[in-house]
């Protein structure tokens, strides 16, 4: 009997040694959450994406947790606000890795936020999935990191690839191109991938400067991109200079063949309900929209829980922007850690490189460096804005999708004049 009872106590002994093995060890054990760090920017420049990538975060740890969390324990996000200020994110995560003692981590929101947070990650050798960063690991080359865009394997030119071609495909094609950027890493990033692709339509490139990040004033700048007189202009910019540019390029009068490009914020259905008509069209990048081609399994369902919290949270109106992106983020990572039954890092990063993702946002593969095995930049044209009410923004009747041809929802209107 006592052979017996203690074989079955060996047993049961092996049983839960293997177990906690396959779910953590010890925290296991004892129930306590998987906590994920990162910062995000809820107030300052970036703060209308930041707030809006974040509900839909929310969303997601609800949604584990409702399902019985991952390898058993509950999902927990730890974040504080970055101030959209570069600076402000090394010790950020310094704190989570160090102080918090969070289990992994995730990018932060935007380029100038992302790459300040890599010396530290590479530091503590941790599995780094972005959010929306633009080249980010293109200096640093470290293999634990992961880009949440949809920029693919050369992603600087990719950004406005699909801008350069729906100008080329126009007859007569244009001659001339202007390139203006913020002297930031997103925007130098976009301008490099920019001027790259001018090189390779053979355009001549009559206007390339930057411009503080501080700028306020825009109308000098188009006064002066104007005087060049180029059939397209390329603009590389964040939220503040983006409503900035749009409103320049309007009182100006000034109406080049085609404009945009890489402007961030024109996204933000609170800044399209802000600009109304001046948006008209331009053409700029964007990355989802619920055109037909794009209702992908599971996105349908998660912008109907982030719009029906939108208001109460005071985030933008319909997340078509962040909230894909801040969810899928979490989605693979989440998949990363069943995968594997692991939090360590090394091994989700070998798993992430190795396997096919099922997000909100369509399969993922993860390719060099880190970033998107396959490039998916959108660049959608404004039309028919006729007021500032959100609402026109809601249905795709002011928005075409006019790059790539498999997302394709109409066709570019050109030159930009014929839209306004």
Not at 173 to 197: H, L, M, W, Y
Not at 274 to 292: A, S
Request: a neutral charge; proline letters at 6%; one cysteine or more.
């Amino acid at each position: 009997m006592r052979f017996r009872l203690n074989s079955a106590l060996a047993a049961a002994a092996v049983a839960a040694v293997m177990a906690a093995a396959l779910t953590g060890g010890a925290a296991a054990q004892s129930g306590a959450p998987i906590k994920i760090g990162f910062s995000m920017a809820m107030t300052g420049g970036l703060a209308a994406n930041g707030k809006s990538a974040l509900l839909a975060q929310k969303i997601w740890e609800e949604d584990v947790n409702a399902k019985g969390g991952l390898l058993g324990r509950p999902v927990k996000l730890v974040y504080y606000d970055d101030q959209s200020n570069p600076s402000t994110v090394p010790g950020i995560y310094t704190k989570l890795i160090d102080i918090d003692k969070v289990d992994l981590i995730i990018g932060a929101y935007a380029t100038a936020q992302i790459a300040p947070a890599m010396p530290v990650v590479i530091s503590k050798n941790k599995v780094f999935i972005s959010l929306l960063g633009l080249a980010v690991n293109s200096e640093f080359k470290y293999p634990n990191y992961f880009a949440m865009i949809p920029s693919g394997p050369d992603p600087k030119p990719s950004f406005t690839q699909g801008f350069f071609e729906a100008a080329m495909a126009q007859n007569p094609k244009p001659q001339t191109v202007a390139i203006v950027a913020a002297d930031q890493e997103f925007s130098r990033n976009a301008a490099d991938g920019a001027r790259e692709n001018a090189g390779n339509a053979k355009l001549k490139v009559v206007y390339d400067k930057s411009y503080p990040p501080t700028t306020t004033d825009f109308a000098p700048i188009v006064r002066a991109i104007a005087a060049t007189n180029p059939d397209i202009v390329v603009i590389c910019s964040y939220p503040p200079d983006s409503v900035g540019m749009v409103k320049a390029v309007n009182e100006i009068g000034f109406k080049p063949k085609m404009i945009g490009g890489a402007m961030v914020g024109l996204q933000a259905t609170a800044l399209k309900a802000q600009l109304g008509p001046m948006l008209n069209g331009f053409v700029n990048y964007d990355m989802w929209l619920p055109v037909t081609k794009m209702q992908f399994p599971g996105v349908e369902d998660l912008i109907k829980k982030y719009q029906a919290r939108a208001q109460a949270e005071g985030v933008d109106a319909l997340g078509y922007y962040m909230a894909p992106w801040g969810y899928a983020q979490l989605q693979v990572l989440a998949q990363a850690i069943e995968g594997t039954k692991s939090v360590e890092d090394k091994m989700l990063a070998d798993y992430i490189r190795a396997n096919t993702f099922k997000t909100v946002l369509g399969d993922v593969k993860f390719g060099t460096g880190g970033e998107w095995a396959q490039p998916r930049m959108l660049q959608i044209q404004f039309h028919d804005v006729k007021s500032n009410d959100v609402e026109q923004f809601r249905a795709m009747n002011t928005q075409t999708v006019v790059t790539p041809a498999e997302y394709k929802s109409g066709d570019v209107i050109y030159p930009y004049e014929k839209a306004k």
